[in-house]
């Protein structure tokens, strides 16, 4: 694993939209170093903001066997309802986007590029999950 605050090392800022990334990079650091799930619990809020590892510390199965780093893990996301990713995007998202660029000139490619970007990003996961056609 490598050291807390390093280049390199997984981190974990306090904002709800982060925790899914985090906690995965966290995940492969430590499967990589094959860390028991005893040690996973033990440090993974070495790796975040201060109220956010004191939060994690007061969670059930954080000092208590069995060690279960995936209910350890969940116990986590539960604190982060706006992590859930099957709410991420709306129909209404992508209307907003259309709108805001409704009235735009787009006179460079660049300018296009980007609102296309945009677009895909919201458009292929509400497609993905059937919700727009």
């Known amino acids: ?13 306090g904002k709800p939209g982060n925790i899914l990334d985090f906690l995965d990079e966290f995940e492969t650091h430590a499967r990589k ?13 070495k ?6 590892r004191e939060l994690w510390e007061q969670l059930p199965g954080f000092t208590e066997e069995p ?3 995936a209910a350890y893990r969940a116990s986590i ?23 805001k ?5 787009m006179k460079e490619l660049s300018h296009f590029s980007k609102y296309d970007r945009k677009f895909k990003r919201i458009s ?6 059937n919700r727009i056609a």
């Open 77 to 99: 996301l539960d604190l982060y309802p706006q992590s859930d990713q099957s709410k991420k995007f709306a129909i209404s998202d992508l209307l907003k986007l259309v709108h």
């Open 47 to 52: 790796y975040a903001d201060k109220p956010s």
């Open 124 to 129: 292929l996961w509400l497609r993905s999950r």
């Open 67 to 69: 060690w279960d780093w």
């Open 33 to 45: 170093a094959r860390l028991p799930q005893q040690q996973m619990i033990q440090i993974v809020g």
């Open 1 to 13: 694993m490598p050291v807390q605050r390093t280049k390199g090392a997984p981190k974990f800022d």
């Open 101 to 105: 660029y409704h009235k735009k000139p």
